[in-house]
Structure formats: structure tokens, C-alpha cells
């Protein structure tokens, strides 16, 4: 199991220049991205960057969430329930009207799509690699974690608490 905190994680800029997002993990192969985990916040209407060759996933995890529109998107951002769509669509944020925080997952379109869970109190088999992202503070297999930690681990986990992000990565 590994725990990750905010001083693993790095602040850098949007592909689009519009914003920051702050990089959790990332994961690369030889042609690059393989995945990302990330948070970052929509503070007012605008295009999202284009990722081309990745797959994208959002959960808003504070505010009242957006709209995302594009050609083939029409997604509605709610708290806390995730949403797919693929990077290489030029999607915009409608309807904000308040700053909304959200938890990315972003994949090389080669691996299969992640599963992406919020979970409370709840037991994960094993398989794959999980990313347990924390929204309030918990416990993951006994040990105490904190708001935005991330855990790493290919065995079960119980979790006690949360609400907790789970992401389910299969075909690293």
C-alpha cells in the first residue's frame, strides 16, 4: 500500500493555459501518458483542453457542479458522481455558477476504462490497481488517512468512512 499527501503532489498549468490543476499521480509508458490522476477547479465557463488518445473521467467533489457540452457530450457534473467522456472532443463548461473542485482520472485510450466509485464503509476486493482518493477523513485497511491523501494498493481494501474516490485501474 502506498500513501500519498499534498507534498507528493505538484501544481502545474492546463494544457489549455486557462487554469491549474494539481497532478496527484501520474503514470507513464513509452509513448507517454499512460494515466493521471488529478484535481482541479472550474470557476467559471470555458473549453476544456483537448487530450488527444485519452479518456477522461470527472467527479465534482465540492461546489454545485456544470454542465459539459460538445460535440456528442451533453453531461451534467453533479457532486460526487463521475462522469466518462473522451479528451480529443472540444468540451465546454456551461452553467457554472460557482466554483466548482473536481477529482480526473485520465487514461491512454489503449487501457481498459477505469471504474471510478465514490464509496463509504465499504469493503474493495483485490484486482487491479485501486486509487482510494479521500473527501473527508478515513480509515483504509486500519490506517488513518486524511482529506485529498490517496492510497495505492493492488490488495482488498476496507474502507471506514469517507467519502472515498475509488478508482479501479485493470491492464497496467
Request: charged share 15%; aromatic share 4%.
Amino acid at each position: 500500500m502506498r500513501h500519498l499527501t499534498r507534498v507528493d503532489y505538484r501544481t502545474m498549468p492546463w494544457a489549455n493555459g486557462k487554469g491549474t490543476t494539481v497532478e496527484l499521480l501520474r503514470v507513464d509508458g513509452p509513448q507517454g501518458l499512460l494515466w493521471r490522476l488529478s484535481m482541479a477547479s472550474v470557476v467559471e465557463n470555458g473549453p476544456f483542453s483537448m487530450l488527444p488518445g485519452i479518456d477522461r473521467n470527472l467527479t465534482v467533489i465540492t461546489g454545485p457542479g456544470f454542465r459539459l457540452n460538445g460535440p456528442g457530450v451533453d453531461l451534467t457534473c453533479a457532486p460526487l458522481v463521475p462522469v466518462a467522456f473522451p479528451g480529443d472532443v472540444a468540451v465546454t463548461a456551461l452553467r457554472v455558477t460557482a466554483p466548482s473542485d473536481d477529482f480526473n482520472v485520465m487514461t491512454d485510450r489503449v487501457l481498459p476504462h477505469p471504474t471510478v466509485t465514490v464509496e463509504r464503509d465499504a469493503s474493495l476486493p483485490a484486482g487491479c490497481t485501486l486509487a482510494l482518493f479521500a473527501l473527508a477523513d478515513a480509515m483504509i485497511n486500519g490506517t488513518a488517512i486524511a482529506r485529498h491523501d490517496l492510497i495505492l494498493t493492488e490488495g482488498a481494501a476496507q474502507i471506514t468512512g469517507g467519502p472515498i474516490i475509488a478508482v479501479r485501474l485493470c491492464g497496467l
